[in-house]
């Protein structure tokens, strides 16, 4: 099937994904609360934003590779359809908090699905991972939400106010702070597909591949995706800005255009020893923001600089490529690109 051609299969994988639920079987009996076993009360409603004793739960541990029970209470005056966990181990990158011994109603994107009476106030007993190191720190944020959110932005949809959200840090011995750089390497992405099978799309947020038609809940996380254009060849289009005569992102995500992901390339002035040198944070610093969420012709050798929606700078590096808009087109390159905490990014 040629991959250059905007096909009907497109709109028939959109249509026939909404009339499957987009939750789990599961509902948070496993986790109503509140606990008796824990001290540890976070608690985020409308009139205690400057509240850190409630907000702000700081837990030191010497259990390693453990769990900490926390008391998680929200309250808010518009319905919550959501609760969203992000997770930060050491400083290095946030990720969606996964439940291992928990059941709850998880929702394909990581969140945790309000039903019931759990619309307007909730009390949930959540049990948090604690450090796996002698000297680690692992840093929750917490918000609600009216609707889908997005891991990386806790203003969208927040239920109680822009950038209201809880923190829980648990730390053991001294803990610890990352180098400020996320590296991703040999990530593969292959051009599209009419009928949403191809890995086309990749999340600066935590290095995954995701293919076509799994818009609809992650179309929040795709950053960038690429494509093999008759006189541009071997590109890369940020989600915002990704060719429609190819894949309509919008579409298939089930989002306006504005709400998708924006980031900036261009051709690095810095040779691939430069770029495998790479190891703090400040030493993308130098990346000012390109004009261009495209960039075309691309071979193995080259050295992009990039800057996404949220600041953050990096840059990627080309090791292989399989010209070609057919079912064996493909790219591959390394990244690395700055962290940034949820608390820098919404202060």
Do not use: H
Not at 132 to 159: E, P
Not at 273 to 299: G, H, M, V, W, Y
């Amino acid at each position: 099937m040629n991959k250059m051609l905007k096909l009907k299969s497109i709109f028939f994988l959109v249509a026939s994904s909404a009339l499957i639920t987009s939750c789990s079987s599961d509902d948070n009996t496993d986790i109503e609360g509140p606990s008796e076993e824990t001290t540890y009360d976070l608690i985020v409603n409308t009139t205690n934003a400057n509240n850190t004793a409630e907000r702000d739960i700081q837990i030191t541990t010497d259990k390693l590779n453990s769990t900490v029970k926390v008391n998680v209470t929200f309250t808010a005056d518009k319905s919550m359809k959501r609760l969203y966990i992000s997770k930060n181990v050491d400083g290095t990158a946030n990720e969606p908090f996964a439940f291992t011994n928990q059941a709850v109603d998880e929702k394909k994107d990581g969140s945790i699905d309000l039903v019931g009476d759990n619309k307007k106030e909730f009390t949930f007993n959540i049990d948090f991972d604690t450090p796996s190191s002698a000297n680690g720190t692992v840093t929750y944020v917490l918000w609600a939400t009216t609707g889908r959110g997005d891991f990386r932005n806790v203003s969208k949809r927040n239920a109680i106010g822009d950038y209201d959200f809880g923190t829980i840090t648990i730390k053991a011995g001294n803990g610890a702070v990352g180098n400020g750089v996320k590296s991703y390497t040999q990530t593969l992405l292959e051009a599209p597909l009419g009928d949403g099978s191809s890995s086309t799309f990749m999340s600066i947020f935590d290095g995954k591949v995701y293919k076509i038609n799994q818009g609809e809940e992650y179309s929040a996380l795709w950053d960038f995706g690429y494509y093999y254009g008759l006189t541009g060849k071997a590109s890369l289009a940020s989600s915002n800005n990704y060719p429609t005569n190819i894949i309509d992102v919008p579409t298939i995500g089930g989002v306006t255009t504005e709400e998708l992901n924006k980031v900036y390339f261009d051709l690095s002035s810095k040779t691939i020893a430069e770029f495998d040198a790479i190891t703090t944070k400040s030493d993308l610093d130098f990346i000012t923001q390109p004009a261009s969420q495209r960039i075309n012709n691309l071979a193995v050798g080259d050295v992009i600089d990039f800057v996404d929606s949220y600041g953050n700078k990096g840059m990627i590096k080309i090791t292989a490529l399989v010209p070609g808009d057919g079912n064996n087109g493909e790219i591959t390159f390394d990244v690395k690109v700055q962290t940034t905490t949820l608390t820098e990014v919404n202060p």
